[in-house]
């Protein structure tokens, strides 16, 4: 291969380029080559190969069997994990439910014994009113407006 330049320009620059048909010295890298040749396949060769190929499959099938099992270990040790928080949350839920109903209790109880206490207080006023009236009746005053009138009602 030849270039020339032709001449120069104010916008660039021209080239010829001309090819020149291969010389017997020019270098054998620029031309093309065959394909080399297959060379012939022994049986051992063949059988080597698919040695090497089945050897390949166990190992990959070894491989996708190891990563299952480690799948599997993970979700059981998820599972098992998930179970554990589920008991210990159970067992919080029914701690917290049982201070709570004896909370409930103890607040029943104080309040039923407040109500017996304020109502044994109304029936011990109710006897004194009613001693009091027994008394009036004995005197010969009659009825509540009279007692309380005259100041005798201890309310």
């Known amino acids: 291969m030849e270039v020339k330049p032709i001449n120069k320009r104010a916008s660039g620059q021209a080239f010829e380029v001309i090819l020149k048909p291969p010389s017997p010295v020019s270098d054998v890298a620029h031309s093309i080559t065959?394909?080399?040749?297959?060379?012939?396949?022994?049986?051992?060769?063949?059988?080597?190969?698919?040695?090497?190929?089945e050897n390949r499959r166990r190992s990959q099938e070894a491989q996708v069997l190891k990563v299952l099992a480690e799948k599997?270990?993970?979700?059981?040790?998820?599972?098992?994990?998930a179970m554990e928080e589920n008991s210990n949350f159970s067992k919080m839920a029914e701690e917290k439910l049982i201070l709570k109903m004896e909370q409930n209790q103890e607040n029943r109880e104080a309040h039923r014994a407040a109500m017996m206490e304020r109502l044994l207080e109304k029936v011990s006023k109710t006897v004194r009113l009613n001693k009091l009236l027994?008394?009036?009746?004995?005197?010969g005053t009659t009825g509540l407006y009279s007692n309380a009138c005259l100041g005798q009602v201890g309310f």
């Open 72 to 81: 599997r270990e993970h979700e059981r040790d998820v599972l098992l994990k």
């Open 134 to 139: 027994g008394q009036n009746k004995l005197w």
């Open 34 to 53: 065959s394909p080399p040749k297959k060379r012939d396949v022994s049986l051992e060769d063949i059988q080597k190969k698919l040695e090497a190929a």
